[in-house]
């Protein structure tokens, strides 16, 4: 009996064993598989380049755009308020504010991607014709410049070739001639006269543009208070939009105006010359 139990026993013993070597052959083989497998994959999947931007980037777009659509709202003396359409093609989280050129100079800034309009100071209209335009900027810099917007206006020209000379006998007067301004820049519908300067100080009004002449008195240029000698003539063009810029100077001096003013000896006599 005993000697059947310990075959018995051996048998369940060698069976085990036999299994759990086919167990494991089979799960060695499994394995194996799945690694080949895995490597397969690997080598045939492109991988992933985690440096990459993502489409959604807002740096991934190297070419930001300019606003659009640009309009002055309202113009003052020597400034105005321009708007701007912002541009749609540039997230408006990356914009950090827009800049404001005038003739290539930087004449204003706005902060962030809500405002969009911008007041320009420091502008001469009358200089002539400007071109205004306007960046996106981002963290990646400006954009190109928007499409500009014409402000300004035909230069007003000064009178050419002014002269001055003395007339009178005891109270004279400064006898101021020049020629009319150039028609070719300003129409002259629009001219309105002229305006005659002493030292920076309106020294006559000439509300006739016509008219190329006129005689300042000795009484109204003493009355300028000015203590520069010789004193310094300019004439400019005033039309309605506004005033050109001043002549070249003309120079005259007080002594001038006494020269003339003093009676000649024989007429204090009463001589005839």
């Known amino acids: 009996f005993t000697r059947t139990c310990c075959s018995v026993l051996c048998e369940r013993s060698e069976r085990s ?16 598989t799945v690694e080949e497998e895995d490597e397969d994959r690997s ?3 492109p991988q992933k380049d985690t440096l990459s931007p993502t489409p959604q ?10 606003p659009s659509e640009l309009k002055v709202e309202r113009e003052f003396a020597r400034s105005l308020l321009v708007k701007w359409t912002p541009p749609t093609s540039v997230p408006a989280k990356a914009i950090r504010g827009y800049h404001v050129y005038v003739d290539g100079e930087l004449k204003a800034k706005t902060a962030g991607n809500v405002k969009h309009r911008a007041l320009v100071e420091g502008l001469d209209f009358l200089s002539g014709k400007m071109k ?10 400006e954009s190109n410049d928007s499409e500009f917007l014409l402000i300004g206006k035909a230069p007003i020209p000064p009178p050419a070739d002014v002269n001055v000379g003395v007339s009178g006998d005891g109270q004279c007067a400064l006898d101021v001639v ?3 301004a150039s028609q070719s820049s300003c129409p002259e519908s629009k001219l309105t006269g002229y305006k005659v300067y ?6 006559s009004h000439v509300n006739d543009p016509t008219t190329t002449s006129v005689s300042i008195d000795q009484f109204t240029i ?3 208070y000015t203590t520069a ?4 003539l300019r004439v400019t063009t005033t039309s309605v939009d506004g005033e050109s810029r001043p002549s070249a100077p003309v120079a005259f001096s007080d002594d001038m105006l006494r020269a003339e003013a003093a009676p000649s000896e024989s007429a204090a006599k009463g001589e005839v010359p």
């Open 17 to 32: 064993f036999f299994l759990f070597l086919l167990a494991y052959q089979l799960n060695s083989v499994e394995l194996e």
């Open 43 to 45: 080598e045939t999947s």
């Open 57 to 66: 980037d807002p740096k991934l777009d190297s070419m930001v755009s300019a």
């Open 132 to 141: 205004l335009t306007v960046r996106t900027v981002t963290d990646e810099g």
């Open 178 to 180: 020049w020629k009319r």
């Open 198 to 203: 002493i030292d920076d100080v309106t020294a």
């Open 222 to 224: 003493s009355t300028l």
């Open 229 to 232: 000698n010789p004193h310094r």
